[in-house]
């Protein structure tokens, strides 16, 4: 198997080529354990750890794994016939010979939670910690080490005693396994983000040109007419647009449209490094069960906003360590959808500290809300719990903790019911939501306050919004251009 692996800007790193075994005869109990799990970072915790390298002008490295799976241990003993092009062998009497597996493959369903098994005890004798909010960052005193498969994002103060400790870590894994490099390289590049640092290592620009590129190259819209946003304001992507049964030549074309795939790189794109297009992405996945042309041409106009901003990411900037801040917005009840699928309000809701956005998100509401309030009020807690998140991972990176993390909500009545029950009525159908809610307000963990709608930054993250709204709030979360970027870092300097 053979495939071209190129770096984040578009460049050629290495082709690989890499024998997989044919996973699909494996039985659950016989060629495997029943357990295969392997814990996944989240991307926020990676983003945390760039935001700690910033504020605290910390050194971020990076060192990947060569072949992880194959230092996993094998669970029990496995054969595999001789692989085609391979010439045979064969026992005394006539009967082709099996190879025997003595380690652990690439296709075995196995692999990944060998594979972590193998990592998680190396790190464990070598002195390190697991997190207890994230099963894959390790901590060691002021270093702190995140496993995203095999490859390893490190940040530690820039002094001798944690130099030497680094280094350490290093030879542990280049004793126990084999790296794809010397392990002291800045990093530059990281599971698909390009992050591009100024000299001091005050800012950084988190982008994603290569797919991007790839995706725009794909669809034929290297060279298309730009779009100013994600989308048409005050349109809403709708399953009513999506095509019937008795609608063959719809259903036939869309067949032959790779709908899933471009939705599934801009999903990764959103989540990565461009929260401005969340929204419309978030949209676009709702319908991905039976999509229509409409929503074909609507994913259309968003990779020509994609065209448009396409050097844009997000920046993380130096600023005084600061509260965590949550944002948190809801659209009340969109009129889209089927007789059981409508009137379900848009949660958004982001998280930032000092200038850097860490966490965002945009989704559909599980329930109908019967008003703002309520669906204000849904958002809200939702945000809440991704707080407690935040403030955890910000524990284990050794954050001060400043108390109460500020939720600004641009509606009053979710305000004044969330910290006094003054109308029960209309509430008291809420439940467990509006109890944690009002629990971790009078508790002094989260702080309920007032933002004016026009500087709700999670506004951007519940609709198509107006050019002008949209570069207001674009620039607000933190999504620049490289001249942009630069430019607030000379400005920043003379200051």
Same mark, same amino acid.
């Given at each position: 198997l053979?495939?071209?692996k ?7 790193? #290495?082709t ?7 996973g699909?005869?494996y039985k659950k109990g016989?060629?495997? @354990? ?6 996944c970072p989240q991307i ?9 390298a ?6 971020? #490295? ?8 194959t230092?996993g241990?094998?669970d029990?003993r496995a ?6 092009g ?9 009967k082709?010979l099996?190879? @025997?597996?003595?380690?652990n493959c690439?296709g075995?369903?196995?692999a990944?939670?060998? =594979? ?10 070598h002195g390190?910690?697991? &997190? ?24 530690f103060p ?10 350490s870590?290093?030879?542990? +894994?280049?004793?126990?396994? @084999?790296?794809g490099?010397d392990?002291f ?5 990281y ?5 591009e640092?100024?000299?001091d !290592?005050?800012?950084?620009l988190?982008?994603q040109?290569?797919?991007i590129?790839e995706? +725009?190259?794909e669809?034929? +819209?290297l ?8 989308g048409?304001? #005050?349109?809403l992507? &709708?399953?009513r647009d999506c095509?019937?049964?008795?609608d ?7 067949a032959t449209k790779?709908y899933?795939r471009r939705?599934?790189q801009?999903l990764?794109?959103? !989540? ?8 419309q992405?978030?949209a ?5 069960h039976?999509?229509?042309? /409409?929503?074909?041409?609507e994913?259309t106009?968003?990779l020509?906003?994609l065209?448009?901003t396409q050097?844009?990411?997000l ?8 509260q ?5 917005d809801?659209?009340?009840a969109?009129?889209y959808g ?6 379900r309000s848009?949660?958004g ?7 850097? +956005?860490?966490s965002?998100?945009?989704h559909r509401?599980?329930?109908v809300?019967?008003s703002?309030?309520?669906s204000e009020w849904?958002?809200?807690?939702d945000a ?5 998140f935040i403030?955890?991972?910000f524990?284990d990176l050794?954050f001060?903790?400043y108390?109460?993390i500020?939720?600004?909500c641009?509606?009053q009545?979710t305000? /004044?019911q ?5 109308d ?8 467990? !939501?509006s ?6 307000c009078h508790s002094k963990r989260l702080?309920?306050?007032f ?13 198509v919004l107006p ?6 709030l ?5 999504v620049?251009s490289?001249?942009e970027?630069?430019? =607030?870092?000379?400005?920043n300097h003379k200051?």
């Amino acid at each position: 198997l053979g495939k071209i692996k190129l770096l984040p800007d578009g460049r050629k790193e #290495k082709t690989k080529f890499r024998a997989v075994i044919v996973g699909s005869d494996y039985k659950k109990g016989r060629d495997y @354990e029943a357990d295969t799990y392997a814990p996944c970072p989240q991307i926020v915790t990676a983003r945390c750890m760039i935001h700690d390298a910033v504020v605290n002008q910390k050194q971020c #490295k990076k060192c990947d794994v060569r072949q992880a799976f194959t230092f996993g241990k094998a669970d029990r003993r496995a054969f595999v016939h001789c692989p085609p092009g391979m010439k045979r062998s064969y026992d005394a009497d006539g009967k082709p010979l099996v190879f @025997e597996i003595s380690g652990n493959c690439y296709g075995s369903p196995s692999a990944p939670c060998r =594979w972590h098994v193998e990592i998680h005890n190396a790190m464990i004798k070598h002195g390190f910690r697991q &997190s207890t909010t994230d099963a894959c960052l390790y901590i060691l005193d002021e270093l702190r080490v995140l496993v995203y498969t095999d490859d390893c994002l490190s940040t530690f103060p820039n002094t001798p005693e944690y130099n030497a400790k680094y280094k350490s870590f290093v030879n542990m +894994l280049t004793s126990n396994f @084999e790296l794809g490099d010397d392990g002291f390289q800045d990093c530059n590049d990281y599971i698909g983000m390009h992050l591009e640092w100024n000299a001091d !290592r005050t800012s950084v620009l988190i982008t994603q040109p290569s797919k991007i590129q790839e995706l +725009l190259a794909e669809s034929n +819209l290297l060279n298309c007419k730009p779009m100013f946003t994600t989308g048409v304001p #005050k349109t809403l992507v &709708s399953e009513r647009d999506c095509p019937p049964e008795n609608d063959i030549a719809q259903r036939k074309l869309m067949a032959t449209k790779p709908y899933r795939r471009r939705l599934g790189q801009l999903l990764w794109i959103s !989540r990565s490094s461009r929260p401005d297009i969340a929204y419309q992405v978030n949209a676009l996945a709702r319908v991905a069960h039976n999509p229509g042309i /409409k929503h074909w041409q609507e994913s259309t106009l968003l990779l020509k906003y994609l065209s448009h901003t396409q050097h844009m990411g997000l920046a993380f900037r130096y600023s005084e360590p600061s509260q965590i801040c949550m944002w948190s917005d809801a659209t009340w009840a969109p009129d889209y959808g089927t007789f059981y699928d409508n009137y379900r309000s848009t949660t958004g809701w982001g998280c930032t500290s000092g200038y850097n +956005l860490l966490s965002w998100t945009s989704h559909r509401q599980p329930v109908v809300a019967q008003s703002s309030a309520e669906s204000e009020w849904y958002a809200a807690a939702d945000a809440a719990k991704e707080a407690e998140f935040i403030k955890n991972i910000f524990a284990d990176l050794g954050f001060s903790d400043y108390g109460a993390i500020p939720l600004l909500c641009d509606n009053q009545s979710t305000i /004044k019911q969330t910290l006094n029950a003054v109308d029960q009525r209309s509430s008291r159908h809420l439940g467990m !939501r509006s109890h944690f809610l009002r629990q971790q307000c009078h508790s002094k963990r989260l702080g309920l306050h007032f933002v004016p709608s026009r500087y709700q930054v999670a506004d951007i993250f519940t609709k198509v919004l107006p050019r002008p709204a949209h570069e207001f709030l674009r620039s607000r979360i933190g999504v620049m251009s490289p001249t942009e970027f630069h430019s =607030w870092r000379a400005s920043n300097h003379k200051t």
